[in-house]
């Protein structure tokens, strides 16, 4: 939906007259009428009762005002950090066009103008012209050129967030006005940690479409940093797997749904795995020393445990043969070699029911952590969203609990 759309919606809710939106977003009457029809046939739905006594919003219309304005909260944020930076605000609800606005959320997202008017399905001049317009609506730079494309300015990443959360707020607002029709056939944007317990995350979506079988599923993968620059620009709207200490996500909500922990493990026929009873830590550092790693890359919450247990038994840093967060990369290299990985306890355990690899005794101390969903503080879930979590929950119970005191 495009932005002069969101303003004449929410004119005509609140003021439940057309006549009366048109004198508040300076349209005529007409004007004001045929976009709320075109808003109705391009999304099919019903938003208000006509009648001789004006426009009378249903439920439908009730759902997405409320995300509506939501996202005009957003981007009213956004302008008043914006502000914090010595600028004045520049009241772009208000003032900015669509393409001003979409403009500058692709724009930062891609560092191109190239690529972000192919997103757009807008020429590359068009682009420019409305992004130096919005620079000058804003009385800022909004950008610098660089030899691989452009680097946005801290003002601009900005306001491309609180953009980039409008328009994702609006979507939501579609999809909670179809489902008040009762029609669930929405999208899930998701992203995918590396996380415990092998198709618990493809389980919850698979029982989610068969309950919504006109729904779609977006899952980004990637490292974390980049799922949560995702999440916060609105191009997702929760990330599924370990979550932070809270006082890095003041900003994000977090939903805990099950402890897992971090073991470490080797394939069957490895020396170590031929010891019977084999235990952590009755290994002496000598066996630790001379194992070749498979561990997470340098600096995530796995790799910072791992190190620190390393540190704690004196020893040399570990020697790492390869750092990444693909589970099927390790699995593959950890039953063809003699390298030693770190992986989730439950990923583990339930690799061991085929028999082919071997956890070397209890947990790594101190890697107790909970897996769950990071979404944006104040997140509303629709329908289907809540349906989706709901099937998280249930796949999780119909896993056996893993104890991590018991040895396999």
């Known amino acids: 939906m495009k932005f002069n759309q969101l303003r004449i919606f929410l004119a005509v809710y609140d ?89 500058l959320s692709a724009l930062a997202h891609h560092r191109s103008f190239l690529l972000a008017a192919r997103e757009l399905d807008c020429s590359e001049p068009s682009l420019h012209r409305a992004l130096s317009g919005l620079g000058q609506l804003t009385r800022c730079r909004l950008w610098s050129r660089n030899s691989r494309g452009v680097d946005p300015t801290p003002e601009a990443l900005i306001l491309a967030e ?50 919504h079988p006109g729904s779609r599923v977006f899952a980004m993968d990637g490292p974390y940093e980049e799922q949560l620059l995702a999440l916060r620009a609105g191009r997702i709207d929760m990330i ?12 994000l909500e977090q939903m805990p749904i099950f402890e897992d922990s971090l073991s470490i493990v080797v394939r069957r026929g490895h020396l170590l795995a031929r010891r019977a ?34 540190r704690a038994k004196g020893l040399p840093a570990a020697h790492c043969v390869l750092a990444c967060n693909s589970l099927a990369m390790i699995w593959s290299l950890l039953i063809s070699t003699d390298f030693a990985a770190v992986i989730p306890t439950s990923q583990a355990r339930s690799d061991l029911i085929r028999d082919r690899l071997r956890i070397l005794g209890e947990p790594i101390p101190g890697s107790r952590h909970m897996i769950g ?36």
């Not at 409008?166 to 999809?175: H, I, Y």
């Not at 009762?182 to 092998?198: D, F, M, Q, W």
């Open 15 to 103: 003021s439940q007259s057309t006549a009366k939106a048109a004198a508040l977003v300076h349209r005529t009457q007409p004007s004001v009428s045929s976009a709320i029809g075109s808003i109705e046939a391009t999304y099919k739905l019903k938003l208000f009762e006509r009648s001789t006594r004006g426009m009378t919003p249903n439920r439908a219309a009730t759902a997405l005002a409320g995300h509506i304005g939501a996202a005009v909260a957003h981007l009213r944020n956004a302008e008043v950090n914006f502000a914090s930076l010595g600028h004045e605000a520049p009241r772009l609800w208000e003032r900015a066009t669509d393409l001003q606005l979409r403009g």
């Open 162 to 211: 609180g953009i980039g959360r409008c328009e994702s707020e609006v979507r939501l607002g579609l999809e909670a006005a179809r489902e008040a029709d009762r029609v669930v056939s929405g999208e899930l944007l998701i992203g995918a940690l590396p996380t415990a317990r092998p198709g618990w995350l493809p389980g919850a979506l698979t029982h989610t479409l068969k309950r």
């Open 240 to 251: 599924v797997g370990a979550l932070r200490p809270p006082t890095a996500t003041r900003d």
């Open 277 to 310: 009873g084999t235990r952590l830590r009755q290994l002496r550092p000598r066996q630790l020393t001379s194992l070749s790693w498979l561990l997470p890359p340098t600096g995530t919450p796995p790799r910072q445990c791992f190190d620190a247990f390393v």
């Open 373 to 408: 969903l990071t979404t944006r503080r104040g997140f509303v879930a629709t329908r289907l969203q809540g349906v989706f979590i709901d099937e998280l929950k249930k796949c999780n119970e119909r896993w056996p609990p893993v104890d991590p005191a018991v040895p396999p």
